[in-house]
């Protein structure tokens, strides 16, 4: 199989075109689907929920956010009532973030709604193709490419 650096680009273009229109569709589908919820708020709800509790500084390092962003968007949460501050049990001088009752209801009625979405689109994938774009999903998410905060 022949690995030009022309097939490579004109890959690596489709990639790019693609994630991109991925990126918007996925924005378009989670302010239809949870207007009051927005696609970067759900996500780092969604990151404290599956942390079980995490300090802003965390989803700030983890998304290669800055602070000033995170902080935006986790007073917007509270201001929502999805998140609560607590301190941290070692260091009461750290507040972590957890989801309020009303937060995990929020992403239990969102996530059903995302994932049905996802089950209508991907509904003529194989087992097998599900599993291998699952795969390659998380081998380019897992690429620790540090750009800095964006």
């Not at 989670?30 to 995490?54: F, K, N, S």
């Not at 998410?141 to 540090?146: F, H, L, R, V």
Request: glycine share 4%; hydrophobic share 35%; charged share 30%.
């Amino acid at each position: 199989m022949a690995d030009s650096p022309e097939e490579r680009e004109e890959s690596l273009d489709v990639i790019q075109r693609e994630l991109t229109a991925f990126a918007r569709r996925a924005r378009a589908t989670a302010a239809r689907l949870h207007p009051d919820l927005p696609l970067v708020p759900y996500t780092l709800l969604a990151h404290i929920e599956r942390r079980q509790g995490c300090r802003a500084t965390d989803l700030a390092a983890h998304y290669m956010l800055d602070k000033s962003t995170v902080s935006r968007q986790v007073t917007a949460l509270e201001k929502l009532g999805l998140v609560e501050r607590h301190p941290d049990p070692d260091d009461h001088r750290i507040q972590v973030l957890h989801p309020t009752p009303a937060g995990t209801q929020a992403l239990a009625s969102s996530q059903a709604s995302r994932r049905a979405a996802y089950r209508e689109r991907l509904g003529e994938w194989t087992s097998a193709d599900l599993a291998q774009f699952a795969e390659y999903l998380l081998r380019y998410n897992s690429t620790g490419e540090d750009t800095g905060p964006r």
